[in-house]
């Protein structure tokens, strides 16, 4: 990518390195416009700022070069410094709401196993049957007898970087995991694990790879593929992110039942079965392997189980995929904590807990002590202090970490594979390797351009002939299929390397030039979720410092507000102007609007699920309409001085007293709805009551009903009057002689009863007599004229014959808003978002134990999953009726069962402002 508009100061790229542009025109000696640049290292260019016999700027020795701007890449490193910052704020919240909901899962599956023994049915393994000589991919002769060589090794290195698409056979897969698992479970009996390089020997520290393959293929390329020489430790993370874990760890496996002393393993935060069904591991093996998923997916976690926590190299350097706990310990109580089992959901339930959950969830911080991790949860972070003290204590020399990209910058501002933290201290009783080293505690993380974003380094950490002899190397994963072809097509080991260098140098400066972007959408994206996530805290602040009452504020109170309820991490002024907020005319924004922009939704998957959305949307009608007389009577004793305004507590008050049949959550939601379209002008933040019960009718709905002629226009209309006079007369028949008001939340309910009541010869039928009689006693209906009546009864007397059935009844009444859709979109979107937000993680842990083939249960396995997470919450967030009318609505296949993935990948977030404008 060039750029013609450079100007002097901008950092540039010119084939992989960092430059700043010194000066910009024409050459006296030369056509065109020429850009003078002085790199970062001096021996990559060739002057001084002279040319041709002429200074155009003064420039280091050797360290200048004057090129055409089409070959410079400009460097926002401001604007990528910015969007990646955004980037760690999402992913530390993403991380967070897991963390929270990591113990309600846990608690929810060990509840159903508890108290509903009998929707667990014994399930029968079919074993993985042994592939044949045809199939395709690569073969390994003596598996079966826990035996393999490295060349099967190097061919199916080789299949993989040639991406033929097929998958190692699933035999093969899970006789590695079985059997690297048995040397790991012997070779690893404790927490800690202790290894030794010894003097002409290796040993790889690689950080994070994430399902990035190319990483770990780019890895063995520059430094060597494992073996009793050359070791390597995965420092964790191997899971999850990328789609090619299944391909990295087929390679670590085998090269640990090879040689068991070349790879080792410690245990990462993704290496646990809860994040693997929420981040992507589940996904990639049910995709690779449909039918045998569950079998190799459990494998993996016994897997997991197995390898350490931490692991010790020559007694003097510490290697743990997070970080150190909040208690300071000595290695022989980390040694001693059972390892074997899954990450715990919470650090206060045992000590072990503590320091298992710690090692693999805390970061390293600047200031000293044990502070909150903006990871949330009850992740901590340690400072310089601790590092010192459990180093000193425990006679190591350096720490090594993974668990996060770096947040480093190069000269460019762009993420490095590694970062130093904590300098030892003027007094320091912990000595480091060598003289050179700059930190007791280091962050190598692997994953270059992690998740194909973030433009970032992956770093290893290499040791030679022990451990005081080490350095740090950095690399730019190129595309696995780039690597075999160079592999392939180049002998000369020396041009394949120059080769490699060059496109390596190119491919990053394409990346850094659109990294910002990519990740400036990705943030969009995830600030989207945020607001819809967060939707009821914003509008109680922006409501509760609206002083006008007027839905609007000022930019710098939204900005407070999206500052204390979202993240003080983000750029909101940034954000105000990309999503032009701000009306042009008063400079204020509404925030009603803001709040309403973001919604989240049901995706449209041909008509699937899509009955559960109008059920709730019914039922959120009938329940507040059942509750219509009630609240006139109520709010008629609060309004004292008759000027028809409450407050906003007032309201919400009196809908929670009247068992509308929402939930407080709920009611707390519809307030914002109520809010939009019932606050009256200058009343200080009061409700307008009859505004809102307006909105409350019982509507006849044509959809039901045949084509009114001329003479019968007015009827569609009055119909709904008709409807509302019925259930309020049944309401009070109940009230005056005393009988308990119906409990069913549907009008359907009193429908019935009146029709009931009204047919005396009881013979199912409301002949034109009753129907009319019947009619007549109604308030909307005492001062008909008697030819209106009786068009009334033809009307709904579809058929024709002289009398109106049961169906033709309740035809002619259905459930609508007269002023819009709102009410109902409130209710609805609560519904949405705690199911997306707050019970999709324990809702899929608890559908996995199941152990259902094809992710499928039924309907009572998954009432009894969403009710025991409701109840766990204390408000419970749904009603008993809207979880009904979940299960009764769900799309389930002939066998009466339910993809409960496809159910919950059914939600979306969307901007309504976005989508409209296409």
Not at 367 to 380: C, K, P, Q, Y
Request: charged share 25%; with cysteine; net charge negative.
């Amino acid at each position: 990518m060039g750029n013609e508009n450079l100007e002097v100061g901008t950092k540039v790229i010119y084939r992989g390195q960092e430059a700043v542009v010194m000066y910009t025109g024409p050459l006296h000696h030369a056509v065109g416009n020429w850009v003078g640049v002085q790199f970062e290292e001096s021996a990559v260019g060739r002057n001084d700022g002279s040319t041709g016999g002429k200074k155009y700027f003064d420039g280091k020795h050797g360290s200048c070069l004057f090129v055409r701007p089409g070959n410079l890449v400009a460097v926002n490193s401001k604007k990528h410094r910015s969007a990646f910052n955004q980037w760690q704020v999402f992913d530390a919240a993403n991380e967070g709401e897991f963390l929270r909901h990591h113990e309600i899962a846990h608690s929810t599956e060990s509840m159903i196993r508890k108290e509903s023994k009998q929707l667990f049915s014994a399930k029968t393994r079919t074993p993985i049957p042994e592939p044949l000589a045809s199939d395709q991919g690569p073969h390994f002769a003596n598996l079966k007898e826990g035996k393999i060589s490295e060349e099967e090794i190097n061919m199916m290195i080789t299949h993989y970087k040639s991406g033929n698409g097929a998958n190692l056979h699933p035999y093969y897969l899970h006789r590695m995991l079985t059997e690297a698992t048995k040397i790991v479970t012997k070779q690893c009996p404790t927490a800690v694990s202790k290894i030794s390089i010894s003097q002409g020997s290796n040993l790889v520290v690689c950080g994070d790879t994430h399902g990035q393959l190319e990483d770990l293929l780019w890895i063995y390329f520059k430094h060597g593929t494992p073996s009793a020489d050359n070791q390597y430790l995965m420092n964790g993370d191997i899971a999850d992110r990328g789609n090619q874990a299944v391909e990295i760890f087929s390679i670590l496996l085998a090269y640990k039942i090879l040689c068991p002393a070349s790879v080792w393993i410690n245990k990462g935060n993704h290496e646990d079965n809860l994040m693997n069904l929420r981040y992507g591991f589940h996904g990639e093996l049910k995709a690779k392997y449909p039918a045998q998923y569950q079998i190799l997916f459990n494998a993996f976690q016994k897997f997991f189980y197995a390898i350490p926590l931490a692991t010790v190299i020559n007694k003097q350097v510490f290697v743990v995929h997070g970080g150190l706990t909040r208690k300071q310990l000595r290695l022989g109580l980390l040694d001693s904590v059972d390892h074997r089992r899954p990450v715990p959901d919470s650090p206060k339930t045992s000590l072990h807990d503590m320091i298992f959950y710690d090692m693999l969830w805390s970061d390293p911080q600047s200031v000293n002590g044990v502070g909150l991790n903006s990871r949330g949860g009850d992740t901590i972070s340690f400072g310089p202090d601790v590092t010192h003290k459990f180093l000193a204590l425990n006679g190591l020399s350096m720490m090594i970490r993974s668990h996060q990209v770096p947040e480093t910058v190069d000269s460019a501002g762009f993420p490095r594979g590694f970062q130093w933290h904590h300098p030892f201290p003027a007094d320091s009783k912990v000595k480091g390797l060598n003289a050179n080293q700059p930190g007791m505690c280091v962050t190598v993380f692997s994953a270059s351009n992690y998740v194909g974003t973030n433009a970032n380094m992956g770093g290893v950490v290499i040791f030679k002939n022990g451990v005081a002899d080490f350095e740090i190397l950095e690399h730019y994963a190129q595309d696995v299929a780039y690597l075999h072809e160079v592999e392939k097509e180049t002998e000369d080991a020396t041009e394949m390397l120059r080769s490699i260098a060059k496109h390596e140098k190119t491919s990053r400066e394409a990346m850094l030039a659109k990294a910002a972007g990519l990740l400036e959408s990705q943030g969009m994206e995830e600030l989207k979720s945020m607001i819809v996530r967060k939707k009821q805290e914003l509008f109680e602040f922006f409501w509760a410092i609206d002083q006008d009452k007027d839905l609007h504020l000022k930019p710098e109170l939204w900005k407070e507000g999206c500052s204390y309820v979202l993240s003080d991490g983000l750029p909101w002024d940034d954000i105000m102007q990309k999503l032009c907020l701000t009306d042009p005319t008063s400079g204020l924004i509404r925030y009603t609007s803001f709040l309403q922009r973001f919604q989240i939704r049901f995706k449209n998957k041909m008509g699937l699920h899509a009955g559960f959305r109008r059920a709730i949307t019914d039922r959120c009608y009938e329940m507040l309409l059942m509750a219509d007389l009630s609240m006139r009577e109520t709010f008629a004793v609060l309004d004292r001085n008759d000027d028809g305004l409450v407050s906003l507590r007032e309201f919400q008050e009196v809908l929670s007293s009247l068992g509308t049949g929402l939930t407080k959550p709920q009611l707390q939601a519809l307030m914002k709805t109520i809010v939009v379209h019932s606050c009256h002008p200058g009343s200080g933040g009061k409700l307008k009551i009859e505004d809102f019960l307006a909105r409350l009718q019982l509507k006849y709905s044509s959809t039901h009903a045949k084509i009114a002629n001329h003479e019968q226009d007015w009827v569609p209309m009055f119909l709904g009057q008709v409807a509302k006079d019925i259930v309020q007369a049944v309401q009070k028949e109940h009230t005056r002689t005393e009988e308990m008001v119906l409990q069913s939340t549907s009008p359907i309910a009193y429908l019935t009863e009146f029709f009931n009541s009204h047919d005396l010869d009881k013979n199912g039928y409301l002949e034109q007599t009753e129907f009319l009689t019947a009619l007549k006693r109604l308030p909307c209906c005492v001062d008909l004229e008697p030819e209106k009546l009786k068009c009334l009864g033809d009307y709904c007397d579809v058929v024709g014959n002289g009398r109106v059935n049961y169906l033709e009844f309740l035809h002619a009444f259905h459930v609508e808003d007269s002023a819009g859709s709102e009410l109902s979109e409130d209710i609805l979107e609560h519904v949405y978002r705690i199911l997306h937000f707050e019970f999709t993680g324990a809702m899929r842990r608890a559908f996995h134990s199941f152990e259902e083939p094809d992710d499928l249960v039924t309907s009572e396995q998954f009432k009894s999953v969403v009710m025991t997470i409701n109840n766990l919450s204390d408000p419970p967030p749904l009603s008993e009726t809207q979880i009904q009318c979940l299960i009764d609505t769900l799309d389930l296949n002939g066998e009466g069962k339910l993809d409960y993935e496809d159910f919950l990948s059914s939600f979306e977030i969307i901007d309504v402002v976005l989508d409209e404008e296409g």
